[in-house]
């Protein structure tokens, strides 16, 4: 089974900075790699799939990048709604997994 | 636009079974796989199954594997998750989603909440 481990776990920032969420992979995924974003209450929603596009719909702020076993999610200019839970899943190789989860909060 | 309904959540006792479905629209339904993902209460997101498009092949992690069953429908664009010898720690909400396998998850219903409990 492929682990993905996710960094920071909680992640405190101000509207307007950068975001940075690393994603590792126990091996090598290739570029099956995505990024979800879940708000408290509501359903996951894909932002970023094989590691690099974004989904239809997400704004350009969001970037994926990285291949293999390291992956980073940026956001470039926090907004009010983007504090979430932010979660990488690889398909790669059954089973399906996720990582743990990074909480981006307001500083 | 893609939309996914889950049903037949509820409260079951130890040892019992449900069955869970989600009605698709707004996609060809029998053209993608499709897929189960739980969420326990306050944890992170856990992948329960999977079925190809086709329905001939279906994935599961070690740890359902023999309880939970995927299928589909494509006459009713439908899909359920039968849950055998339910545990407390089965006690989740129950996300149905586009995809799996051969592409992310790019669509989510809201999900049914199953709680086991005596």
């Known amino acids: 089974e492929i682990v993905l481990t996710q960094s920071p776990a909680i992640l405190s920032l101000s509207p307007g900075e950068r975001a940075t969420l690393s994603c590792r992979a126990s091996?090598?995924?290739?570029?099956?790699l995505a990024w979800y974003q879940q708000k408290p209450g509501q359903a996951p929603r894909l932002l970023i799939y094989?590691?690099?596009n974004r989904a239809t719909g997400i704004p350009a702020r969001f970037s994926g990048s990285g291949s293999g076993t390291d992956f980073t999610l940026t956001i470039s200019s926090l907004e009010p709604e983007d504090f979430a839970v932010y979660y990488c899943?690889?398909?790669?190789?059954?089973?399906?997994?996720f990582g743990q989860g990074t909480r981006l909060e307001i500083k | 636009e893609v939309h996914l309904l889950e049903s037949g959540g509820g409260l079951v006792q130890p040892g019992g079974s449900l069955r869970l479905s989600c009605a698709a629209s707004?996609?060809?339904?029998?053209?993608?796989?499709m897929s189960w993902v739980r969420q326990a209460p306050g944890k992170g997101l856990e992948w329960v199954s999977s079925?190809?498009?086709?329905?001939?092949?279906?994935y599961y992690p070690d740890s359902v594997q023999g309880r939970f069953t995927i299928s589909r429908d494509p006459s009713k664009s439908t899909l359920y998750l039968q849950i055998r010898s339910l545990r407390a720690d089965d006690t989740a909400v129950y996300y149905c989603?586009?995809?799996?396998?051969?592409?992310?998850?790019?669509?989510w219903g809201q999900g049914t909440l199953v709680t086991v409990s005596s």
């Open positions: 989603a586009k995809g799996g396998g051969g592409a992310h998850f790019d669509s």
């Open positions: 707004g996609f060809t339904f029998s053209s993608f796989a």
């Open positions: 079925i190809s498009s086709s329905g001939a092949s279906t």
């Open positions: 091996q090598s995924v290739s570029s099956y």
């Open positions: 094989d590691a690099s």
């Open positions: 899943q690889q398909r790669s190789n059954w089973p399906l997994t």
